[in-house]
């Protein structure tokens, strides 16, 4: 996995790139440098590949398993759903203050990978409803735990200037662990029509390795201590004997690195500005589950591949999300993610269109896999470059957040209309907010008012 | 190379992947291997032929071997009895003789689902799609075919349910679309909860039914009386699920929930309604959870099908008395989805 990338942008001088520079007008060593992608990013794509396989293969059969093998309706499998999603969005944000506080995001990462690991030996022994419903919880507080002191590793290993190709690229992997996940675990239960112990023990193999895969391979970076180095550059800066006239009595000053956590960046103009467009966004995203049954009610073709149309839209995902990373490094990313709702809105009139069959169908689906290439990472990419490094794991926590509880409030507001007013209804509705709200999200973010704050700048190596 | 730490973890992760791929390869061959004997060891159940002509009960059957999931069935006056074996494989039946519905499930790396009309010779007249895992099924004497389907999300981030009851013909036309949009009156007004989810139709005659009606942000679940034509479902009482007509049409026979308020779970007890007094009688003399639509054997039996809890994958087909007087006891080994041929 580290044969096409080098280790960290600073060593990009050495000519062993092979597939990522694309000529341009620089440099060969220039743009070789630009278009790398640090091996840790890849590494931690890796992990999530790996760990994706491994929930995702158990997430897509355990409705089949609770009625198929334990002989109860689904009914009972859905009751816990909404408490997690909510804990879920909390323990995210203080997953990315542990991260912050302590300075070490690999190893917050690893307790919420490793959590989840431990749910798969669980559920080799789970019987009966309440355990395996206790496990998914368990999984989903892990993966809460995990998701932004993840994506402050990326942030930190990745070249400031291509964030958004990182992300993309650690996206990409992400996405087609998700796909191959329940294409796998169908694929197991083709071949034992009861390998639900050999769906779990794949599953746990694949986490196992995951969390391997981040413990031995990714570095133990410290962001908090690389920003202040950073920016202190000399001995007198770090501290160290020769100061003027501090008190030089802590002569190990590498220990304290940099600015102290503090919540404060929530109050920055431009992390206000860019919650707030993501919030309203976020209001105007229905869950996929809503297009795929208006997709489903619609026609035969779709509810005949109804157990695939996921797949068409994480496949677009995953090709697009690099490629489009790397397009908002260039044209801003603030501007790609408010863009891309417009596709999103593309995609509702795709399904509420009167044009029942196969191309609108894929229409929808492409359109809803490049709306998330186009947000997904970005946001993560763009809230990365936008708060200091003391607070970073904590802002991208929060803007993830914010982005999947108004998400949550959509889907609940989005039944309102689907009920009242019928699901094509529902979605021309939604649609024509969108064509409103995204040019006047754009208006908002114009001309790089989402760029760094000016204080912050400090930080970036000169 | 191993003696620098970065080495020394790259070689460990390369064990690690070793293991664990050795680990999983050699469990998986092993558990295909024992699946391939298990699916071709022969069924030990007692099989005969001629059932069919009589009144009898078909079901699917669950006992492990060459014919797991087969549906099968057996004499009225012997439920216990040798079976007739046919040659389709459902999830869940209902029939009525000359015709019979059947869900089921195509595995493969796309798992799909679908219902299929079969005839006396078990031909396939119309198929279509389900979007999600068979749920219940009914057919009624005037040839409509009710089917619940649970649509599940598939992506991590957006699990949770819903249910897709429809009601077609017999050439899998249309006739109701999906029953969460009719208008559902609720105590005499128009509501719209918007996690609504109907499910277990039981039909009274080719334009009246009941199903169950839940909204889980209201936290009620009602028994509703629905119109074909008028396109409408009428709450009748709280707490019924699973409606299933008596042959007399004077009672249903549901599930309710009878768990503490707040439990993790649902515990789901029988019970009889009188549909003249609204009078409920709960089964307790059925202690275990049964979540199943049940089916009247005649007047005064019901049959429901029962997971075992030793066994994954094998059911029984109990029967329990409507006067509540003996305890239920298995009426079928080894079968699910019982539907009665009179």
């Known amino acids: 996995m580290s044969g096409l990338v080098s280790a960290a942008p600073a060593e990009a001088g050495s000519p062993t790139s092979t597939s990522h520079g694309r000529p341009r007008k620089r440099s060969r060593d220039a743009r070789r440098r630009a278009g790398r992608v640090p091996s840790t990013v890849v590494t931690l794509g890796v992990v999530s590949f790996l760990t994706d396989v491994s929930s995702e293969a158990v997430m897509a059969v355990l409705p089949l398993y609770v009625t198929a093998a334990l002989g109860m309706s689904v009914i009972a499998y859905g009751v816990v759903d909404g408490l997690v999603q909510g804990a879920g969005a909390l323990v995210r944000v203080a997953g990315g203050w542990a991260a912050d506080r302590t300075d070490r995001p690999k190893w917050v990462a690893a307790v919420g990978y490793g959590l989840s690991a431990l749910t798969r030996v669980g559920l080799l022994f789970a019987a009966g409803l309440p355990a395996i419903a206790s496990l998914v919880v368990t999984d989903r507080i892990g993966k809460g735990i995990r998701t932004a002191p993840r994506d402050a590793l990326i942030a930190a290993a990745a070249n400031p200037r291509n964030l958004g190709r990182s992300f993309g690229v650690h996206r990409a992997l992400d996405t087609a662990g998700a796909t191959l996940g329940p294409l796998l675990a169908f694929a197991i239960l083709w071949a034992i029509p009861d390998g639900w112990t050999t769906i779990f023990v794949v599953s746990l193999g694949a986490a196992v ?9 990714v570095p ?62 976020g209001l105007l995203t229905v869950g996929d589950g809503f297009i795929y049954l208006a997709l489903q009610d619609r026609d035969g073709f ?25 397009l908002a490094d260039r044209v801003g990313r603030a501007r790609v993610l408010v863009w891309g709702h417009a596709l999103l809105a593309g995609a509702y009139v795709c399904a509420a269109v009167p044009f029942p069959g196969a191309a609108t169908t894929i229409a929808a689906l492409v359109l809803l896999g490049t709306f998330y290439a186009m947000t997904d990472g970005v946001l993560a990419a763009l809230t990365s470059a936008l708060v200091p490094t ?24 989005f039944g309102v209309l689907w009920y009242a007013f019928g ?40 | 190379m191993t003696d620098r730490p970065a080495g020394r973890s790259r070689a460990a992760f390369a064990v690690l992947v070793l293991v664990v791929l050795t680990g999983t390869t050699w469990y998986a061959a092993a ?55 046919t040659p389709v494989v459902c999830d869940r039946v209902s029939s009525q003789g000359a015709t019979t519905v059947c869900l089921r499930t195509r595995r493969g790396v796309v798992t799909t689902y679908e219902a299929d009309v079969l005839d006396a010779e078990w031909r396939t007249t119309a198929t279509w799609s389900l979007p999600g895992i068979p749920s219940r099924t009914q057919l009624s004497p005037d040839g409509l075919v009710a089917t619940t389907a649970f649509v599940t999300g598939h992506s991590y981030s957006q699990a949770g349910f819903s249910t897709e009851t429809m009601v077609r013909d017999l050439d899998g036309a249309k006739v109701s679309g999906n029953l969460e949009d009719f208008t559902l009156v609720a105590d005499g007004e128009r509501v719209a909860p918007v996690d609504r989810n109907v499910w277990g139709v039981t039909f009274v005659d080719d334009r009246y039914f009941y199903a169950t009606v839940r909204s889980r942000s209201l936290d009620r679940t009602w028994l509703v009386r629905g119109d074909l034509t008028e396109r409408t479902l009428v709450t009748v009482l709280d707490d019924v699920e699973c409606p299933s007509l008596s042959p007399d049409g004077s009672r249903l026979a549901f599930k309710r929930d009878v768990a503490a308020d707040g439990a993790a779970t649902q515990h789901w007890t029988p019970a009889v309604l009188d549909l003249a007094t609204l009078e409920v ?29 030793d066994e994954p994958g094998t059911t029984d087909v109990w029967s329990l008395a409507v006067d509540g007087t003996s305890k239920p006891a298995v009426a079928i080994p080894q079968a699910w989805s019982p539907s009665v041929v009179g």
């Open chain 1, 390 to 413: 003391a607070v970073r794991a904590t802002a991208i926590g929060t803007a993830q957040t914010v982005t999947a509880v108004v998400r949550m409030v959509a889907s609940a507001g």
């Open chain 1, 302 to 326: 779709a509810t005949h591949w109804f157990p695939l149309l996921y797949v068409g839209t994480n496949a677009t995902y995953m090709l697009l999300a690099a490629p489009i990373g790397r």
């Open chain 2, 31 to 85: 558990e295909l291997q024992r699946a391939r004997a298990e699916q071709n060891a022969p069924t030990r159940v007692e099989v005969t032929e001629d059932v069919l002509d009589g009144p009898h009960v078909l079901f699917r059957g669950t006992a492990p071997g060459e014919l797991y999931g087969r549906v099968a069935a057996v004499a009225l006056d012997d439920l216990s009895g040798p079976r007739e074996v």
């Open chain 1, 423 to 462: 699901s094509v209804e529902a979605l021309w509705i939604v649609a024509a907010a969108l064509v409103v709200a995204v040019p006047v999200c754009a208006y908002l973010v114009r001309g790089g008012r989402l760029e760094r704050d000016a204080d912050l700048v400090e930080e970036i190596a000169a």
């Open chain 1, 220 to 281: 133990d970076l410290r962001p908090r201590q690389a920003a202040w180095l950073r920016t202190h550059r000399t001995r007198e800066d770090r501290g160290l004997p020769k100061c003027k006239g501090c008190t030089c009595d802590a002569a190990g000053g590498l220990e304290l690195a940099g600015r102290p956590f503090s919540w404060s960046f929530l109050r920055g103009g431009a992390t206000v500005r860019l919650l707030v467009v993501a919030g309203v966004l």
């Open chain 2, 281 to 309: 009688t709960v089964l307790d003399a059925e202690q275990r959870t049964v979540d199943d639509q049940m089916t009247w054997l005649d007047d005064t039996t019901l049959l429901y099908g029962l997971p075992r809890a």
């Open chain 1, 209 to 217: 390795l995951g969390v391997g895969a981040l413990v031995l391979l």
